[in-house]
């Protein structure tokens, strides 16, 4: 099915369809607390010291910032929140965002709940996607001194070769059960070997269409190269590529990182360069769609609506498996939910684990809310657009 108007992200009657009034209210009070850097930082704060010290925050964060931006605590506690954005042509992806692998019985742990997601994205055509985030299988350590080229004891080498495995065998199980499967990108430090592990993974598993997915960090100024590399290797070897581009999470503590180590910053040094090489690798990879899956990961509207426009000057259907948009649930349901309704694929990345675990996600994304430009603000006026319609619609 092919389209032939420019999308327009203005509907809040369409973007918060699945708001009730009071969801629309306890968002007005998330997000004006979210846009106080001071307050976020203090929160911040507080919520580590709570966490050090086993102080019992549920009761808070529970009802209010873990109910806006997560799922629940179990992929059981998740399911009506998929179907619910199901009726909205709206699709999720589990994102067990408990973060760390520092120990044996927590990497254990979380292998056995990414294999449960890839399961469940299996039994229910609402879950296109699976995913997990490297470092939750793999001690940091050793990731930054496999990626820095540093020499590693018998011990290290062995814990590099179990991520190596443990990668895999996700891997496997997702090709198995016919189910797309994503690796979130890291820090600078852990990427390289992560990167290596993923195009062997991807080489392996990628042999009749995308099901391993690697994330390209395009606020970092070499990402453009090394995508067309990657997509040079996949036409020499015969694979397909499956991309997740993303602007990237990171910034400040890259930039604060380089510094204090003295090297050359990996992040671009404006949002314009970053824009540049977003919308450059967009364009580069629509070019070569028999080759590539694309998996747009943006709350930026324009990137957002080229990647639309570039789907009509290749006569690309909107429908296309090959591409689908995705925004973070809770956030910009402006673009997600008026793409659906636009007949684009959508999903919308839903995190969930227990909330003492999933805490340092929030704190994360709050904190990388107020570091964005216009994003709370825009959330907001959204919400307020959207509160003065329907009073007047009563």
């Known amino acids: 099915m092919l389209f032939c108007l420019m999308i327009s992200f203005e509907s809040t009657e369409i973007a918060f369809r699945v708001k009730s009034n009071s969801d629309l209210r306890k968002a007005l009070i998330l997000f004006r607390a979210i846009s106080n850097r001071t307050l976020v930082t203090i929160g911040g704060l507080f919520s580590r010291f709570a966490i050090s010290i086993r102080l019992p925050i549920n009761w808070i964060v529970k009802p209010t910032i873990y109910s806006h931006f997560c799922g629940g605590e179990s992929i059981g506690d998740c399911l009506p929140t998929i179907e619910k954005l199901s009726r909205y042509?709206?699709?999720?992806?589990?994102?067990?965002?408990?973060?760390?692998?520092?120990?044996?019985?927590?990497?254990?742990?979380?292998?056995?709940?990414?294999?449960?997601?890839?399961?469940?994205?299996?039994?229910?055509?609402?879950?296109?996607?699976?995913?997990?985030?490297?470092?939750?299988?793999?001690?940091?350590?050793?990731?930054?001194?496999?990626?820095?080229?540093?020499d590693l004891n018998p011990e290290e080498s062995q814990e590099a070769d179990m991520f190596r495995s443990r990668v895999d065998r996700l891997c496997n199980a997702a090709h198995k059960c016919g189910v797309r499967i994503m690796i979130d990108a890291e820090d600078r430090c852990y990427q390289d070997y992560v990167d290596e592990v993923v195009n062997e993974m991807a080489e392996k598993y990628n042999k009749e269409k995308a099901i391993v997915f690697n994330t390209y960090q395009m606020y970092r100024w070499d990402r453009l190269d090394v995508f067309r590399r990657d997509l040079e290797t996949a036409h020499s070897k015969n694979f397909y590529l499956g991309i997740k581009f993303v602007r990237g999470a990171y910034m400040e503590r890259e930039r604060k990182r380089a510094s204090e180590q003295g090297y050359p910053s990996p992040i671009h040094p404006d949002k314009e360069s970053t824009d540049r090489d977003y919308d450059a690798a967009l364009k580069f990879a629509v070019e070569n769609i028999d080759r590539v899956s694309i998996f747009n990961g943006t709350h930026n509207e324009r990137s957002s609506r080229y990647l639309t426009e570039l789907m009509e000057e290749h006569n690309i259907a909107r429908d296309d498996k090959r591409l689908y948009f995705s925004q973070l649930y809770g956030m910009s349901d402006h673009i997600s939910f008026n793409l659906a309704h636009a007949g684009y694929n959508v999903v919308k990345y839903l995190p969930y684990g227990p909330v003492r675990h999933v805490l340092p996600y929030l704190i994360r994304r709050t904190e990388e809310n107020t570091s964005i430009a216009g994003q709370t603000s825009r959330e907001l006026s959204l919400i307020l657009t959207e509160r003065k319609r329907r009073r007047n619609k009563s």
Do not use: H, M, W
Request: aromatic share 6%; proline share 5%; glycine share 8%.
């Open 89 to 150: 042509k709206v699709q999720s992806v589990l994102d067990y965002s408990v973060e760390g692998g520092e120990n044996p019985d927590q990497i254990e742990a979380a292998l056995e709940e990414t294999l449960r997601t890839i399961e469940n994205a299996a039994g229910n055509e609402n879950i296109p996607y699976a995913v997990f985030k490297p470092t939750a299988f793999c001690k940091s350590e050793v990731l930054s001194k496999k990626s820095g080229g540093e």
